[in-house]
């Protein structure tokens, strides 16, 4: 026996792994699509205890919908979720979010945005979602978001409307800041789709404390700690732009381009990505992002090619103060199950 063979086999037998191995599976292109109305967006992806697997919670637009006026089609859907039983490589679709929302929040056809969901130190799951109470032709109507809460993350009672800035606030993301403190960034869209940010004690009032990243405008805020340092990415229409701060509050925006501005090569990945969510993961990090991929030159001028979505993900990478991605290499994810023992990022 060749001594290349014997070590393969002694590996095998110690039940060692390779680099490779440890990295995990390659995810594929497009990461998931949805199989009802194929209008997945702004993913949010969160380890489910109950059981021991990763869900991925994400808006879904009525794409398959040609035949209603206007904007109709974005409307008028509960959450999806899709489930990974291989630490997030591959995802299926396993059903709606039952979010129970009082009748003061519409009676039909209320519509489900862009949640934010974590789960607190003591156990609770948390859902911050985009309510619209309605289906509409236009973007000229309320929407509010509402706390809820859940002991499993399939069921969603204890809605709470948040007082904000305005009568249409989208987008919320929630970070612990310190043992007493929360802090909500959300996009005002009353002030021309910028970002504000307010803090709470408790996670049900809420004191708003006006512009959080000064002039610029976008939507879908993710904002995380990696590396000692705060970052916030923000959909900005042209890519994802990138700030950092050292306070959660003096944000610096990143130069040199927006990540995920230059479309990729990959199947549904030939455009722009927009409105992320980002896993911190030991010492990685994963951006998952969505994208329309017909809407480019060349591709199919059909409204069901122009409305449908997919979902993607890449590794986001820290170099000498700044974060990158590289949407062309493909991308092993393994993420880590909580509990396990992380690596200091």
Not at 38 to 51: E, K, L, T
Request: aromatic letters at 10%; proline letters at 7%; charged letters at 20%.
């Amino acid at each position: 026996m060749t001594r290349f063979l014997l070590l393969i086999r002694c590996a095998l037998f110690l039940g060692t792994t390779s680099p490779a191995a440890e990295a995990g599976l390659p995810a594929p292109k497009p990461l998931f699509r949805d199989p009802i109305h194929d209008g997945a967006a702004d993913p949010v992806v969160i380890w489910n205890p109950s059981v021991k697997r990763w869900w991925m919670f994400y808006t879904n637009r009525r794409a398959t919908v040609t035949n209603e006026p206007g904007v109709a089609w974005v409307h008028g859907t509960k959450l999806g979720i899709a489930e990974s039983t291989n630490n997030g490589a591959n995802w299926n679709y396993i059903g709606t979010a039952d979010i129970e929302l009082p009748t003061s929040l519409g009676s039909t056809n209320v519509t489900h945005w862009a949640p934010e969901i974590f789960t607190a130190p003591d156990g609770t799951h948390h859902m911050f979602l985009t309510v619209v109470p309605g289906i509409f032709r236009d973007w000229n109507h309320p929407r509010s978001i509402v706390h809820l809460t859940s002991d499993d993350l399939r069921r969603w009672k204890n809605a709470k409307p948040i007082s904000l800035a305005s009568d249409r606030v989208i987008d919320a993301c929630v970070i612990q800041l310190t043992n007493t403190l929360w802090r909500m960034w959300y996009n005002n869209e009353r002030d021309k789709k910028s970002i504000y940010y307010a803090d709470s004690r408790d996670l049900l009032n809420w004191e708003d404390k006006g512009k959080a990243a000064g002039q610029h405008r976008g939507e879908g805020p993710k904002v995380f700690r990696w590396h000692n340092t705060y970052w916030m990415i923000i959909d900005a229409w042209q890519g994802l732009a990138v700030y950092r701060a050292d306070d959660a509050t003096g944000w610096v925006r990143q130069p040199g381009g927006n990540l995920l501005q230059q479309p990729g090569t990959g199947a549904d990945d030939q455009v722009m990505g927009g409105h992320p969510d980002v896993v911190v993961n030991g010492d990685r990090a994963f951006l998952f992002y969505f994208t329309h991929p017909s809407r480019r030159d060349g591709a199919p001028r059909t409204a069901y090619e122009q409305q449908r979505s997919s979902l993607l993900v890449t590794e986001l990478f820290y170099n000498d103060g700044k974060l990158s991605c590289d949407r062309e290499k493909t991308t092993l994810v393994n993420l880590i199950p909580p509990g396990n023992p992380p690596r200091t990022p």
